[in-house]
């Protein structure tokens, strides 16, 4: 990032100049600049694109008023995404004229998009939006040679879940042993030690970490070369597969959605989940998606830890799940959508996603997460949370699903080396083009 | 073989033979007026996307391009990709194997609910009507959610139903994992939603069959299946050919069942068929040359398999 | 009976439909019409348990959709809590336009299809032209190329044309869609009407637009019927176009509205699901209810006779 801030340093003034005399004469007509023309932010409807039910209405609710506050005249709208199949309709909707004005992306997916052109470049506004403060693995994911382009909007970090009601007085594990060790212990005929379906690949990952392995390294030369195979990851996976196989009862095809139906059900011992998943356990009985307020999801029952590392006193890197937040190129209001963008960067409105279990976008940001066992785990987590290989090619590895293949093999108990094998040679093949 | 009664007014080969001396008038501009509003919707609609289907095939044509950036051109480099890889083979294979069962099966299927139609009084013809009516009026994505859930691990109506009568436990018993039983699955849905055309149309092309010509020949002694393939499949011959081809053509290219099946279980590097692999090589991973490369030669293979119909097609023309 | 040959192996239940006794005597006609009658409710049975299933759950409350032991009938646990949730729910877009979206998207598509397909079949099916033969194969081939292939082609068309999340640009690639089928089907079924008949209506004294009109077209109504169906099924059905097309909440169509209600991060609403499957399933099944009538009518035989 230190070429973009020497970018920003230059670019400052010209921006501050700019943002002035916008101030200081907002009805002046525009010169012929083009830049300046768009400083003037005339009236608009902005639309918002925001992925999943993550972002809570509160939320929602704050950054509509705050900005048509702000901005006189000026409608916003948010619309609903769907995470399945988002890569697909980013690459048609942005590349076209009626593209949204402002989206929420995965942090994974968002270099396929930076590397493509399809983001405006913020790299001027870094400062502005946050400088240094911001999480700096969104930073990353969001930045592509050098520009930066989309900014880190939320983080969260899978945690372990789990119910008294179930773990009963097994101790929350200090380390990495006893955490496996807790799963046997707690694994029986009708429970799962630990909860892992079969194509739940992001959950399968602090296997490989936690025991020193890696997805995917890079050489100078740019080659990446896959990391299943290697002696730590295998060690890894074979944890996984020994878990799968006599400790889970999750069906080997399933994924990782509707956790809280076989919680509810009694049938969990530990849940590594995002720590808002204890909203659809600690549900109502009788809400329109059921949970189970009453018996394993009663507050005094649930309760979560982040995953303990090798040693006591430090925490197994999970996959950093989360998302950053782009103006589209084609974005037909980019200086509306900027405003909106800063809101979203407010301490206001990250104070409402950090009530809400998750890790804000600014490292400064991370007081606001509450005092409770969750939010702790969650930020424990973060701290200690891995990304995915920083390649723009990344997230045609995910859409491809042999990820999810390579879990459904382990599940089944296919032989963990063949298929580490396969695994490193499919990631290479895309990842080197 | 006791009679084939010539039916006196109308020989069957009459309805399949290529267009009559009527119209000899070559020159005659009114053909082509006919013709004008579809050429111009095919022109554009589909000549144009084909061509860029064409040149996209020869480029290194990725997601930075579809944003704007410059395609640079490779030869035949997609092509090459595609053809060397393993993967194109497997699916290949996987796509015909999967057509050539559900072909015969909703074809078989289809005729036979044809012609149970014909037979039945007015009140059951009404009631099969009503469940072909349903089955074909489902929306393909939620036909796929029923099914698939149906056919849920844990609370599938159809392993529940599996361990009543057969008295072992089929709780668990995961449907879309294994392959094969992901194209029984598959197959099932496919066939399903493919029968009620294919119902229909021979049903309305088989109540075109003179009914003096059919009972002619069962006056002369002639029984049910010959009547069928002396009379009733003649006649009905062109539609037949047509429904093949388009069956053929459909199942092969079978997208939107394959793709939502694939979100609910299984594996997509060995349940991927032709139309979704190459929607997964291009809109979801961003490869859209090499994408249109594997379009060209399944087209290419397409062609190959329905080549002798093409040709008939000409030939009846001369 | 040789019968078999034709209904291999998984079909062999189906099978006695061309299977009767030679001399039909009334005990034997009694026992096939019974056994004719088996088939048709089993047929019957196949074809609408899914359905069935579908509207069952519907009116299940949640818990009880997803339970280890189905319920399968709602019986005293019925609820219309999922129709008033699939319907109202504002975290999604509203049902009502995505409704009239679909219906104006499925009309236009119909009726521009059938009029351009019946006008192009009837001139390759009556008349001898240059290109007839070259029009012919072009309509099959082009049915072979896999659309998904396509899809961004589509898109920057659509686009460059302003057309994006408008009935009409949707419209006209729907047209395009179904209109090689459509052609080809009603070209089967012109070739499939003699032309002696027109002949001998010319005879009677009939021009011979008059003739086409009055004797080849009510021989057509079961193919305008049959592949109007197809068109119209086709572009209610069809979602992955409309989901690249229509990316905004208020111009979704019903498939593309139906798929929200699975979300990869949130729990699906099954019963939900199902209750907006149902809907979306109505219309397509009053409109086969209505024209399924006009198709077993006695126009068709009527003509045939005649």
């Not at chain 1, 980013?90 to 968002?110: F, K």
């Not at chain 1, 009963?168 to 799963?183: F, H, K, M, R």
């Not at chain 1, 009708?190 to 602090?206: A, I, Q």
Request: aromatic share 10%; proline share 6%; charged share 15%.
């Amino acid at each position: 990032m230190k070429r973009a801030r020497n970018v920003v340093a230059a670019a400052t003034t010209v921006t501050l100049a700019l943002a002035l005399s916008a101030c200081a004469s907002g009805d002046t007509p525009a010169d012929d600049s083009g830049e300046t023309a768009a400083e003037e932010a005339p009236a608009g409807d902005i639309r918002v694109w925001l992925v999943g039910s993550d972002t809570p209405e509160e939320a929602r609710e704050h950054l509509k008023t705050t900005f048509e506050a702000e901005n006189e005249g000026s409608t916003l709208t948010i619309e609903e995404q769907s995470w399945t199949g988002l890569v697909d309709k980013y690459t048609t909707a942005l590349s076209g004229s009626d593209s949204p004005d402002l989206v929420e992306i995965g942090n994974t997916q968002a270099p396929a998009f930076t590397s493509a052109g399809a983001f405006l470049d913020l790299t001027d506004s870094y400062e502005e939006l946050g400088g240094d403060d911001l999480l700096p693995g969104f930073v990353e994911s969001g930045s592509f040679e050098g520009q930066f382009y989309a900014a880190p909007y939320y983080s969260g970090a899978r945690v372990g879940i789990y119910s008294t009601e179930i773990t009963g007085d097994v101790e929350v594990p200090a380390t990495w042993d006893e955490y496996l060790a807790n799963i046997e212990t707690l694994a029986s005929d009708e429970v799962s030690g630990l909860y892992t379906p079969g194509k739940d690949w992001r959950n399968g990952m602090v296997f490989v970490w936690a025991n020193g392995g890696d997805i995917a390294t890079v050489d100078d030369s740019g080659t990446w070369t896959g990391g299943f195979s290697s002696p730590e990851s295998i060690t890894g996976l074979e944890q996984l597969q020994d878990v799968m196989l006599n400790s889970n009862h999750a069906p080997a095809d399933s994924d990782e959605t509707d956790p809280q139906v076989p919680f509810c059900a009694g049938e969990i011992g530990y849940l590594t989940a995002p720590s808002w998943v204890r909203w659809s356990i600690a549900a109502a009985e009788d809400a329109e998606v059921p949970g189970c307020l009453e018996t394993y999801g009663a507050e005094d029952k649930l309760s979560a830890f982040a995953i303990p590392g090798a040693e006591e006193g430090t925490y197994a890197p999970v996959l950093a799940g989360g998302s950053n937040i782009a103006i589209p190129t084609n974005a037909p209001n980019p200086e509306l959508a900027r405003s909106a963008l800063e809101i979203i960067l407010s301490d206001d409105y990250q104070e409402i996603l950090a009530a809400n279990g998750l890790v804000p976008a600014k490292v400064s940001q991370a007081e606001f997460m509450a005092d409770d066992a969750f939010s702790q785990a969650s930020a424990a987590a973060a701290a200690a949370a891995q990304l995915t290989p920083a390649s723009p090619l990344w997230a045609d590895v995910e859409a491809s699903g042999v990820l999810e293949d390579s879990f459904v093999k382990l599940a089944q108990g296919e032989d963990v080396a063949t298929v580490a094998a396969e695994l490193d040679a499919e990631i290479e093949g895309t990842l080197n083009g | 073989m006791t009679t084939t009664p010539a039916a006196p007014k109308a020989p069957p080969e009459a309805f399949v033979r290529p267009p009559q001396e009527l119209r000899t008038k070559k020159s005659s501009p009114f053909p082509y007026a006919l013709l004008t509003p579809a050429l111009a919707v095919l022109a554009v609609l589909v000549a144009w996307p084909i061509l860029k289907l064409l040149v996209t095939s020869f480029q290194e044509y990725g997601r930075a391009q579809a944003f704007g950036a410059p395609p640079e051109w490779v030869g035949l480099d997609n092509y090459v990709e595609v053809l060397t890889s393993g993967e194109f083979y497997a699916v290949l294979a996987r796509s015909v194997g999967f057509m050539v069962v559900a072909v015969v099966l909703t074809m078989t299927l289809g005729t036979l609910v044809a012609l149970l139609m014909i037979r039945l009084g007015k009140a059951m013809r009404m009631l099969v009507t009503v469940g072909l009516l349903l089955a074909w009026a489902m929306p393909a994505l939620s036909t796929v959610m029923v099914w698939g859930w149906m056919f849920d691990t844990r609370y599938g109506v159809v392993n529940y139903l599996l361990t009543q009568v057969t008295g072992s436990d089929w709780a668990g018993h995961s449907w879309l994992i294994e392959p094969l039983s992901f194209f029984l699955v598959l197959g099932l849905i496919v066939v399903w939603m493919g029968v009620p055309f294919i119902a229909f149309t021979m049903y309305a092309g088989l109540t075109q069959v003179p009914v003096e010509t059919l009972e002619a020949s069962q006056l002369d002694g002639a029984n049910a299946r010959q009547r069928f393939f002396q009379i009733q499949v003649p006649f009905v011959r062109s539609i037949i050919i047509v429904l093949i081809v388009l069956s053929v053509i459909w199942d092969l290219r079978v997208f939107a069942q394959v793709y939502a099946l694939q979100g609910i279980g299984g594996l997509y590097e060995k349940t991927s068929t032709l139309g979704v692999w190459i929607y997964q090589k291009g809109t979801a991973s961003g490869d859209f040359g090499f994408a249109a490369a594997a379009a060209v030669v399944m087209v290419f293979i397409m062609l190959l398999i329905s080549l002798y119909y093409v040709r008939q097609t000409l030939k009846e023309d001369d | 009976m040789a019968a078999s040959t034709l209904t291999a192996g998984p079909t062999a239940p189906a099978a006695p439909v061309v299977v009767t006794t030679k001399r039909p005597v009334p005990p034997g006609r009694i026992a096939a019409n019974v056994l004719f009658g088996v088939l048709g409710a089993v047929v019957f049975v196949c074809s609408a348990f899914p359905v069935y299933w579908m509207v069952s759950s519907s009116f299940l409350p949640t818990n009880l959709v997803r339970a280890t032991v189905p319920t399968f009938f709602p019986g005293s646990d019925f609820t219309v809590d999922n129709y008033v949730r699939a319907v109202t729910d504002d975290t999604r877009a509203d049902f009502l336009p995505a409704l009239q979206t679909s219906l104006t998207v499925t009309f236009l598509t119909l009726v521009a299809a059938l009029v351009i397909a019946f006008l192009a079949s009837v001139a390759i099916g009556r008349y001898r032209f240059r290109g007839r033969k070259q029009f012919i194969v072009a309509i099959l081939v082009v049915q072979m190329i896999p659309g998904e292939a396509m899809l961004l082609t589509y898109f920057q068309l659509i686009d460059g044309w302003g057309m994006l999340n408008m009935v009409f640009g949707l419209t006209i690639l729907y047209v395009a869609m179904v209109l090689p089928f459509t052609v080809w089907t009603l070209r089967g079924f012109v070739t499939a009407v003699p032309v002696e008949l027109e002949e001998a209506a010319m005879i009677d004294g009939c021009s011979r637009t008059r003739a086409f009109w009055k004797v080849t077209f009510p021989l057509l109504a079961p193919g305008l019927v049959s592949t109007g169906v197809f068109a119209f099924i086709q572009a209610w059905n069809e979602f992955v176009l409309a989901l690249v097309i229509m990316s905004r909440p208020e111009s979704m169509t019903l498939p593309v509205w139906l798929r929200t209600f699975q979300q990869a991060t949130k729990a699906t609403d099954y019963g939900a699901l199902m209750a907006g499957s149902v809907l979306v399933a109505i219309p397509v099944i009053v409109f086969f209810l209505f024209v399924q009538g006009r198709m077993t009518g006695g126009l068709v035989s009527g003509a045939v006779k005649g």
